[in-house]
């Protein structure tokens, strides 16, 4: 698992680090900077990600219904875990939104990728 999620940071690190230099030549470095916070919220988020099918896998199979919960448990996870990221990131920090969603985008592209799911199968 240790070195699937590695390869897994390591693709979103270019992929984040594609989209900061376009935001660096188009706008500045301030939401260029802010790029890199995005792509720190959606490793976060596949972080938890992983985190979840590690431990469900670890697990004896039960019943749909507890299976169903732990699925559930962990969506609301990720959710509760992205939002306030999120809100810290422009609300407090005072990033520049359209930069921290572009790097949060920039990073979950990364699972549209096929040969991105086999990591995180294994």
Do not use: D
Not at 16 to 41: D, M, Q
Not at 96 to 101: M, N, Q, T
């Amino acid at each position: 698992m240790a070195e699937g999620f590695s390869r897994l940071l390591l693709y979103q690190l270019v992929l984040v680090a594609a989209t900061s230099a376009a935001f660096l030549v188009v706008t500045g470095w301030f939401p260029a900077s802010s790029v890199w916070y995005g792509g720190l919220v959606a490793a976060t988020n596949i972080g938890l990600l992983l985190r979840c099918k590690h431990r469900q896998s670890g697990r004896p199979t039960g019943s749909a219904q507890t299976t169903l919960v732990a699925l559930y448990i962990c969506a609301l996870q990720r959710f509760i875990a992205v939002t306030v990221l999120f809100m810290l990131g422009m609300g407090v920090f005072k990033l520049h939104p359209l930069a921290v969603l572009a790097g949060f985008v920039a990073g979950q592209f990364l699972l549209l990728i096929p040969g991105t799911r086999k990591l995180i199968a294994n």
